[in-house]
């Protein structure tokens, strides 16, 4: 989607507008259908051109500057950020790391609800009082354990995931599908 920047004769800028705002602003005036390409420096209509600050919006607030006229295009500019404070640094930090506890939740209780894992809890504590267990209480036996040890490894996994972000930095875990990691995959 296009974006513009219109320029009026007294060297004010309006931007960033969308074509309906051009379309409003000049409403005698015909434009094409699609806007995508179009500008009219006669009419101080400019195409503008929208830039990543040059410091993550993660660790600094960017300040932006007046864009600057190049081919024809305003291309968006940016002046040096100010530093976030590191508590709020650290605390968007936290919040990442939480989505990481999240998604280990929700894999667990999509296999396991509670209400199951209360039971094979309590099955295990029954079985453990009986004695001699059959063939098929000890079978029931192995198949909880293999319950816990697939929850467990999914616990591990999550601790390895935030080591890893941890290691990373926030910039780059912040923007980590922290679903399609591969170390789920237990």
């Known amino acids: 989607m296009s974006t513009f ?28 259908k699609v806007m995508s390409d179009y500008s009219n420096p006669d009419m101080g209509i400019y195409q503008f051109v929208r830039t990543d600050p040059p410091e993550s919006r993660l660790t600094h607030d960017p300040v932006e500057d007046l864009p600057r006229l190049e081919d024809g295009k305003y291309i968006q500019q940016w002046k040096a ?7 709020e640094i650290e605390k968007q ?13 929700d894999l667990i209780l999509a296999k396991y609800p509670d209400w199951k894992q209360r039971n094979m809890t309590m099955r295990v504590v ?3 009082a009986t004695s001699p267990l059959t063939d098929e ?5 192995v198949e909880i354990s293999v319950a816990w040890d697939w929850i467990d490894a999914i616990r591990a996994a999550s601790d390895t995931l935030e ?12 923007v980590l599908n922290v679903r399609e990691w591969s170390g789920w995959q237990v």
């Open 163 to 174: 080591q890893e972000m941890k290691a990373m930095g926030l910039a780059d875990a912040v």
């Open 126 to 128: 029954t079985l453990n």
């Open 5 to 32: 920047l219109v320029k009026y004769s007294d060297d004010t800028m309006e931007y960033p507008l969308a074509a309906i705002n051009i379309r409003k602003r000049y409403p005698n005036t015909s434009f094409p």
């Open 81 to 87: 950020g100010k530093p976030k404070p590191q508590e």
């Open 137 to 141: 209480e000890q079978a029931e036996l």
């Open 93 to 105: 930090f936290e919040m990442t790391l939480v989505r990481v506890k999240q998604h280990a939740s």
